[in-house]
């Protein structure tokens, strides 16, 4: 039975992307930076995308995981974007539609990690992750790899293993 997961819980995972795939837009640009990191994971992040900045806690890195987001103003945001100095990430996102109500969710980072491409789709149920099959556009899975996770790159900076590039 397809559970759906209590709110507040995100079943995701993560590839890295081998190539773009065709007639990608502009896509949105990310800032987002991290205020805090625990030695178990979890994060307190706050996140600006055109418009709409939030705060966000969330737990280690995994497939399956608690995420809380709440939406901030502009002045909160400025007042905690500089106490992230150090531990940030750009992206620009692309939303390419799967099929079956799912979304992948291409990133194509700049700055520090420049040429890093991955894709996070996120699931209704851990069956609908366990049942998924990449398109062949999608490159390894590094759901599990921690050096992959957003965090470990603002914190280390591209992980020294190859990734996605450009083609």
Known sequence: MDETPPSGVEIER????????????????IEQGYLAIGD?????????????????????????????????????????????????VNKTRHLIPLGGDLTAEIDVYSGAHDGLLTAEIEF????ASEAFEPPAWLGREVTADGDYANQALALRGRSPRPAGRRR
């Open 14 to 29: 993560k590839f890295l992307v081998d190539r773009l795939p065709d007639g990608l837009g502009a896509g949105d640009r």
């Open 40 to 88: 178990d994971g979890v994060e307190v992040r706050v996140r600006r995308r055109g418009d709409d900045m939030t705060l966000t806690i969330k737990s280690g890195p995994g497939m399956t995981r608690t995420e809380e987001e709440l939406a901030i103003d502009a002045r909160r945001f400025e007042s905690l974007w500089p106490l992230t100095e150090g531990r940030r």
């Open 124 to 127: 209704p149920s851990v069956e």
